[in-house]
């Protein structure tokens, strides 16, 4: 069974432009959520989705948006780019939503902001 | 607030020492706990997990973490460390009972192991 799928894996964008990275779940799963991981900060909680609704969002400016469709597959997107977008961006897909559900990660997408 | 705090950063051990590695979580009632590894351009892979029950908990690749709740901790373990573990470790946790799967994870650990 095919795993989480991130494209592109690597990205590099000027500071002010936008960008938008895609993440598909394994199949049959309904939850997505992403990540922000930096040397400095480590990973940190952007978003998660369940059913095409945010269901819980972290500490990051609305510059960081996301979304869901009805196959499940997932959007983020960051506009107005500063350098410290710099990171790896992970996104993990569930079966359903919930405390006791495992996540599944993907490979990510590393974002380079110049 | 929330929090999930790993104290080792970066850890050297030779093959066959034996490995513990510490992961506290900030109180905030009920609480599931993960371990995850991260080898060297691979995706995050789960270790094991701690939802209720047994407070040992055995997951993959020889691996096990104690959940000590009078300590907030949940450190893990492995008695006898080959090259392949060689890795990056993350601590998470998952608060509360309603529906959310949002992660919360420790700094991580740097693990290399000399062969």
């Known amino acids: 069974k095919a795993g989480v799928t991130q494209t592109p894996r690597y990205l590099i964008k000027t500071r002010g432009q936008q960008v938008t990275l895609s993440c598909s779940p394994i199949s049959g799963h309904r939850s997505v959520s992403w990540y922000q991981q930096t040397p400095g900060q480590g990973l940190q909680f952007l978003f998660e989705?369940?059913?095409?609704?945010?269901?819980n969002k972290g500490n990051f400016p609305g510059r960081f948006s996301g979304r869901q469709f009805s196959n499940s597959r997932s959007e983020m997107n960051v506009s107005t780019l500063e350098l410290g977008d710099s990171a790896l961006y992970l996104c993990?897909?569930?079966?359903?939503?919930?405390?006791?559900?495992?996540?599944?990660f993907g490979q990510g997408t590393r974002l380079t902001v110049v | 607030a929330q929090s999930v705090s790993q104290h080792n950063h970066h850890v050297i051990l030779s093959e066959a020492a034996s490995l513990e590695l510490g992961c506290n979580y900030s109180?905030?009632?009920?609480?599931?706990l993960f371990w995850y590894v991260q080898y060297p351009g691979q995706h995050l892979q789960l270790l094991l997990k701690?939802?209720?029950?047994?407070?040992l908990v055995k997951g993959i690749k020889g691996f096990e973490a104690e959940f000590i709740k009078s300590k907030f901790s949940f450190n893990l373990r492995k008695p006898s460390v080959q090259w392949s573990d060689t890795a990056e470790y993350f601590c998470a946790a998952r608060y509360g009972s309603s529906n959310t799967g949002k992660l919360i994870f420790g700094q991580g650990t740097t693990l290399q192991v000399k062969p």
């Open positions: 109180y905030g009632g009920t609480v599931n």
């Open positions: 993990a897909s569930s079966l359903g939503q919930g405390p006791n559900t495992e996540a599944f």
């Open positions: 701690y939802f209720s029950g047994d407070p």
């Open positions: 989705y369940f059913s095409e609704t945010q269901r």
